[in-house]
């Protein structure tokens, strides 16, 4: 159903939670036109994202490429060069553009390291809704650093007509990192129990289903179980700046071929990915990404309707928080299994320091250098 393609790692925020801005690929060597127009057509939804998007000076062309292809396209960007996707958004209303944004001005600039990004990307969206934007949002990690302001920034969302994308810190080959935990599991997740109850305090479908996702992301801060079981390489798929297509963003071990060589059909009927499935079905990597998630939660043979468990959830508490009840969180999330970390290194910013860039070619051997990791 789903596809998520980097098209390139060079970035121009610095990210505590992300130092893929540290490891850029050459532009020269970004996956082509050719090797994107070998991705099949009737997905569902298909993810441009990086690194920055923005930096790529075809980005229209991939737009052009890839916009007929599937049901819903994204571009998720940082927002810093909205100016860029302005023709886009004129000739493609319809697109769903997502600015990464962690809360307030201080609090966005810091774990963002970027200098007035806040104002930038405000502004940004507001531009591109004046000009027809019809699918508008931010997107933000909820983390230690900005979960005080989690709700407070839905609220912002809904005012200015923005949609508002919840994920939560993750290690994977995509991050280049491994220390990517809470430092307060408990506190996160009661701060996003908030959340919950405001989204299914609304009167919008798609929001109580966030609502729903939300609640996946307190089970992958506790630590605890994932709500529903991982579908990669079977519902969705992941492709690297080199056309390298992998189970996911997460464990580089389950790469499944590369694009650019061959087509998608032996990609994905190959010897190979039969076996990747079979070890997602059997993967340890506690994860609840936004884009797997959303995947998991759907019907493979009908795209619209959500799986059962997800549905009868969305049910039930929408009905409590209408009628002034209370939402048992207690019934999915054990909080006396919570993970008990033995050490949390504390993420640091980058707002004001210098960036140490390591150019990735080609030819080297990727993600090799993170060693062994796991999320919980």
């Not at 998520?4 to 121009?12: D, G, P």
């Not at 940082?78 to 997502?98: C, M, S």
């Not at 056309?243 to 009927?269: H, K």
């Not at 990735?360 to 990727?366: A, G």
Request: charged share 25%; glycine share 6%.
């Amino acid at each position: 159903m789903d596809i998520a393609v980097i098209l390139t790692y060079r970035c121009n925020s610095k990210c505590s939670m992300c130092h893929v801005w540290q490891f850029p690929t050459l532009q020269k060597e970004e996956i082509t036109l050719e090797t994107l127009a070998k991705l099949p057509a009737n997905l569902d939804h298909l993810n441009l994202t990086g690194g920055e998007p923005s930096l790529r000076r075809d980005l229209m062309e991939i737009v052009e490429l890839l916009y007929p292809k599937a049901r819903t396209l994204e571009i998720s960007s940082n927002g810093l060069f909205a100016a860029r996707l302005e023709p886009i958004v004129k000739k493609y209303p319809h697109i769903k553009i997502r600015f990464s944004l962690e809360g307030s001005e201080g609090t966005n600039n810091r774990i963002r390291g970027e200098k007035n990004g806040y104002t930038r990307k405000v502004n940004g969206l507001l531009r591109l809704k004046e000009l027809g934007g019809a699918d508008l949002g931010f997107a933000t990690v909820i983390q230690d650093d900005n979960v005080d302001e989690v709700v407070e920034l839905f609220r912002f969302c809904r005012q200015q007509g923005f949609e508002l994308a919840t994920s939560t810190l993750h290690n994977g080959f995509q991050f280049q990192k491994t220390d990517n935990i809470p430092y307060d599991r408990i506190r996160v997740a009661k701060c996003i129990e908030q959340l919950i109850e405001e989204q299914l305090r609304t009167w919008e479908i798609k929001t109580w289903f966030r609502a729903y996702l939300n609640l996946g992301l307190i089970a992958k801060v506790t630590g605890l179980k994932r709500m529903l079981p991982c579908t990669a390489a079977t519902d969705f798929a992941f492709i690297d700046p080199w056309g390298d297509v992998y189970a996911c963003n997460v464990r580089p071990d389950l790469i499944m071929g590369n694009l650019e060589t061959q087509s998608w059909t032996e990609i994905m009927n190959d010897r190979l990915a039969a076996g990747i499935r079979q070890r997602v079905n059997n993967c340890t990597q506690n994860c609840w990404m936004v884009g797997s998630a959303r995947t998991a939660m759907r019907q493979s043979g009908w795209i619209e309707a959500p799986k059962s468990t997800p549905l009868i959830w969305v049910i039930r508490n929408k009905a409590r928080i209408t009628w002034g009840g209370r939402i048992p969180f207690e019934n999915d999330i054990d909080y006396s299994k919570v993970y008990r970390d033995t050490l949390v290194p504390e993420r640091v910013s980058f707002l004001d320091q210098g960036a140490n860039r390591k150019v990735q070619i080609k030819d080297d051997l990727h993600y090799t250098h993170l060693g062994e990791f796991i999320n919980r």
